[in-house]
Structures are given as structure tokens and as C-alpha cells.
């Protein structure tokens, strides 16, 4: 199973862009990238989800390197509301069970 | 679209009791998991099922706790006797195909105490 390594946690202010690095140096050729949200008393939330190169959604872009070993999530302008612990995850499709870290716990002050 | 229900929210037990939790996965998911969320860790598998079959149960500690899911829908979770160390929440998520890539929808969790 692919390991991945990301920050503790992090802080930022209101309106700033948050980037948060998570580090797959063995990262399978057929492994996704994805990323979870949690919210305190709630279950993880899917974000975002990449292969390589840069993927857009509503809430978040996915930047992945050409060599995949890492990628970052980019929050635009958080808010108080995203404050939370971030997951990154490394698998792939099958029956091999995606690996939960300890998360980055991003905290975003007024 | 209702999302993955589960009960109860909470659960304070005395060691040595018994416990169980319930989960509703969405309607029509196939694949449902329970994980197991230790305060200030990420979730851990416990056990996860297709339909009404069990895919991966490698990490779910089976002298004490079971897993089952009737009709390929409902679960449920049961600790037989419960630990100090069991104290957590367990989450429930469920997803439409069986590939670990799906998107997973997860509920609320159950937080359990045990004194």
C-alpha cells in the first residue's frame, strides 16, 4: 500500500489560499490520489480525486507532479467553515482497502 | 438523496458489556464498510461487504467483534465485550461499486465510550 506523508496541521487566515502537500513517493502506477474532508462529529467528506496533471472541482483543485510521488490540494479564499482535517489518500480499484493517515488539521482564523 | 444513517449517535457502556451499532447505507449501494476512529487518528477498516458478502475483514479484531449484513442492505456492528480501548467512533460508509476509488459516503458515526 502506498504511504502517504502530509503536514500535522496548518493555519491560515479568512480569504487566503491554502495549500496542502501530501507526499506518495511510492505511489503504484494504477493508484488514485483522493481527498477527504472531516468535519468534528462528522464522517469524511470526498473533496477531490486525480490521476496526474491538475483537477478542478466546485470546492478544491488537485495538483499531481508528472513523476505522481506528490500532490497538493489548493482551497481557495477559505473560510471560517473550512477549518477541519484534510486526508489524503493513495489506491487504487480492487479490493485493496484505501489507507486513512492522521490528516492535516488545517485551522483557518478570522 | 438521503445519505448513510446510522445509530446511535452515542454510546456510553461499562468493559466486559456488549454494544451494537446499526447502519442504512444509501439506497441501492452495494458496498458498505465500517471503520473504526480512534480520537486524533484517521479511520481505520474494519470490515467491508459486497452485497451481502464480506470482501475484507483482515483488520477486525473477531474475538470480540462481528459483522453482519442481512439482505445486502442493513448492518450491523456488534463488540462482545467491549474494552477500554474500543472507545471511538465507528463509522459507517457505503459506495455503488466495489472499486476503493468510488467516492465512499460516510455517516455520522457512532461515538462510543467505554468506562
Known amino acids: 500500500l502506498a504511504k502517504t506523508t502530509q503536514p500535522i496541521s496548518m493555519d491560515s487566515y479568512e480569504g487566503q489560499e491554502v495549500n496542502i502537500t501530501c507526499s506518495h513517493n511510492?505511489?503504484?502506477?494504477?493508484?488514485?490520489i483522493t481527498w477527504y474532508q472531516q468535519f468534528p462529529s462528522q464522517g469524511p467528506r470526498f473533496i477531490i480525486q486525480?490521476?496526474?496533471t491538475k483537477v478542478t472541482n466546485e470546492v478544491a483543485s488537485l495538483f499531481i507532479p508528472a513523476d505522481r510521488k506528490s500532490s497538493t490540494l489548493s482551497l481557495p479564499r477559505v473560510s471560517l467553515s473550512d477549518t477541519a482535517v484534510y486526508y489524503c489518500?493513495?489506491?487504487?480499484?480492487?479490493?485493496?482497502?484505501?489507507?486513512f493517515g492522521k490528516g492535516t488539521r488545517l485551522s483557518v482564523i478570522a | 438523496e438521503a445519505g448513510v444513517a446510522q445509530s446511535p449517535r452515542y454510546k456510553i457502556i461499562e468493559k466486559r458489556q456488549s454494544v451494537a451499532f446499526w447502519c442504512n447505507p444509501i439506497s441501492g449501494h452495494a458496498t458498505l464498510y465500517w471503520y473504526q476512529q480512534i480520537l486524533g487518528q484517521g479511520p481505520k477498516l474494519l470490515i467491508q461487504?459486497?452485497?451481502?458478502?464480506?470482501?475484507?475483514d483482515s483488520q477486525l479484531p473477531k474475538d470480540r467483534f462481528s459483522a453482519e449484513r442481512l439482505k445486502g442492505v442493513d448492518s450491523t456492528l456488534k463488540i462482545q465485550p467491549a474494552k477500554l480501548e474500543d472507545s471511538a467512533v465507528y463509522l459507517c460508509?457505503?459506495?455503488?461499486?466495489?472499486?476503493?476509488?468510488?467516492?465512499?459516503?460516510f455517516g455520522p458515526g457512532t461515538r462510543l465510550t467505554v468506562l
Open positions: 489518500l493513495v489506491g487504487t480499484s480492487g479490493n485493496t482497502p484505501l489507507v
Open positions: 486525480g490521476y496526474k
Open positions: 461487504f459486497q452485497n451481502n458478502g464480506v470482501v475484507d
Open positions: 511510492n505511489i503504484a502506477t494504477n493508484d488514485y
Open positions: 460508509a457505503s459506495t455503488n461499486r466495489a472499486a476503493f476509488t468510488d467516492t465512499q459516503y
